[in-house]
T-cell receptor, first 113, second 118 residues
Framework: DQQVKQNSPSLSVQEGRISILNCDYTNSMFDYFLWYKKYPAEGPTFLISISSIKDKNEDGRFTVFLNKSAKHLSLHIVPSQPGDSAVYFCAAGGDQAGTALIFGKGTTLSVSS | DAEITQSPRHKITETGRQVTLACHQTWNHNNMFWYRQDLGHGLRLIHYSYGVHDTNKGEVSDGYSVSRSNTEDLPLTLESAASSQTSVYFC?????????????????FGQGTRLTVV
């Protein structure tokens, strides 16, 4: 059973517009959430994270929102740029021993100019 | 600069052969992980380690093993390679050095190893 779900395999956005990528999780023990970006033939790179004690974290053009009651998080990219075109993975983890980061299946973002 | 390196970058092997993929990090991180990436499945956790001599099974551990004899290395072994293990494998590390406790700071990934089993 998937613990971290990204239900949209792909998203297409025009340059300058907002990109919103969504992620749902089922395990209420998760308390740390991350977004990774991946280009072809490269390893995933860390983008932004949020702790369960917060509902928002912002870093430049990237903002992550967390809704614990709905077990939902989203990544907002504003404004979107062609260089943002990549696969975005949502990941979740907890502080308890025996947990490691669990990833969703990823969403491919295409930003057109 | 500290880094995490995987070798080889590409490997073709035959069904039934034993294969070992190397992962080496110079951050002195306690936590190390192996993932595989497949179309339609994203990144799935194979094995992980929170310190020397510690190993744990992940979501898809059958047919794989790891050992952690030092902080820097976590080799992944496929005991008897199968076509279903054709995939791209990523190693990652995380955590502040020397704490001995699992901490979920951001993980740093290697460039990946593309393994083909024929």
């Amino acid at each position: 059973d998937q613990q971290v779900k990204q239900n949209s395999p792909s998203l297409s956005v025009q340059e300058g517009r907002i990109s919103i990528l969504n992620c749902d999780y089922t395990n209420s023990m998760f308390d740390y959430f991350l977004w990774y970006k991946k280009y072809p033939a490269e390893g995933p790179t860390f983008l932004i994270s949020i702790s369960s004690i917060k509902d928002k974290n912002e870093d430049g053009r990237f903002t992550v929102f967390l809704n614990k009651s709905a077990k939902h998080l989203s990544l907002h990219i504003v404004p979107s740029q062609p260089g943002d075109s990549a696969v975005y993975f949502c990941a979740a983890g907890g502080d308890q021993a025996g947990t490691a980061l669990i990833f969703g299946k990823g969403t491919t973002l295409s930003v057109s100019s | 600069d500290a880094e995490i390196t995987q070798s080889p970058r590409h490997k073709i092997t035959e069904t039934g052969r034993q294969v070992t993929l190397a992962c080496h990090q110079t951050w002195n991180h306690n936590n190390m992980f192996w993932y595989r990436q497949d179309l339609g499945h994203g990144l799935r956790l194979i094995h992980y380690s929170y310190g020397v001599h510690d190993t744990n099974k992940g979501e898809v551990s059958d047919g794989y093993s790891v050992s952690r004899s030092n902080t820097e290395d976590l080799p992944l072994t496929l005991e008897s390679a199968a076509s279903s293990q054709t995939s791209v494998y990523f190693c990652a590390s995380s955590g502040p050095p020397g704490t001995g406790a699992p901490q979920n700071t951001e993980a740093f990934f290697g460039q990946g190893t593309r393994l083909t089993v024929v």
